[in-house]
């Protein structure tokens, strides 16, 4: 049996792609220790020149797992996947694998990236429509896609990368006043994930750099 040092997880409480890999983690099992990257204070920590070499991109997650660094979240995601014991991540199916790959990119290539931190600084004032403007629209993409690929979770009824990108991403449109009752099939999702042991523990609110007035 290989054995493996504990995985360093340099992240940000409420930063959903630091979420995706908390939730991969409790999936799978996997013992971790964080290393919080404060987004906001003194600037920014994740824009110091020690950061920087951890993740040139300057934005979190960076993981230290297996000697080396992973700093997108779903690479580090397919990497716990294929390297570690436990549940699958991505389904054995190849259509099955299709869905969750193109559901998990709708996500993380199309909706967060536009309402990020560092594109919301620079939008300034008009952060708050910006913000519901993009996740709007992404989810009226999203929408009908999970319509046709989910029954207990985003691609038929096993947990999956879809399920893990979901969760943060909904949050995130709540933290911007989106009403995501206007996706019934997006609502019934989140809520019946957020039931789960995984994402519970993974929550924002409970996360060691959490501030006292966030907590759960």
Not at 2 to 31: D, M, N, Q
Not at 39 to 51: F, H, R
Not at 146 to 154: A, F, M, R, V, W
Not at 190 to 204: D, Y
Request: proline share 7%.
């Amino acid at each position: 049996m290989a054995t493996h040092t504990k995985p360093v997880l340099h992240g940000y409480f409420r930063s959903s792609c630091s979420w995706r890999v908390r939730i991969a983690f409790a999936l799978k099992g996997i013992e971790y220790d964080q290393a919080p990257v404060n987004l906001i204070k003194d600037g920014g920590q994740q824009l110091t020149e020690p950061y920087r070499t951890l993740n040139p991109m300057q934005q979190v997650p960076a993981v230290e797992i297996d000697g080396f660094t992973l700093c997108q979240s779903l690479a580090v995601v397919q990497y716990i996947d294929e390297t570690r014991p436990g549940p699958r991540l991505l389904p054995a199916d190849p259509k099955a694998r299709a869905q969750v790959r193109m559901i998990s990119d709708v996500i993380a290539a199309g909706i967060q990236p536009v309402q990020n931190l560092y594109v919301l600084q620079k939008i300034g004032a008009e952060k708050m429509e910006w913000a519901q403007h993009f996740i709007d629209r992404g989810f009226q993409a999203l929408e009908p896609m999970l319509k046709q690929t989910s029954g207990k979770y985003c691609v038929g009824d096993e947990i999956s990368m879809a399920d893990i990108c979901l969760v943060p991403q909904v949050y995130n449109a709540e933290r911007f006043k989106v009403d995501v009752g206007k996706y019934p099939t997006i609502k019934r999702l989140n809520e019946k994930l957020l039931e789960i042991e995984a994402f519970k523990v993974s929550h924002p609110s409970r996360q060691p750099d959490t501030p006292a007035d966030l907590r759960a």
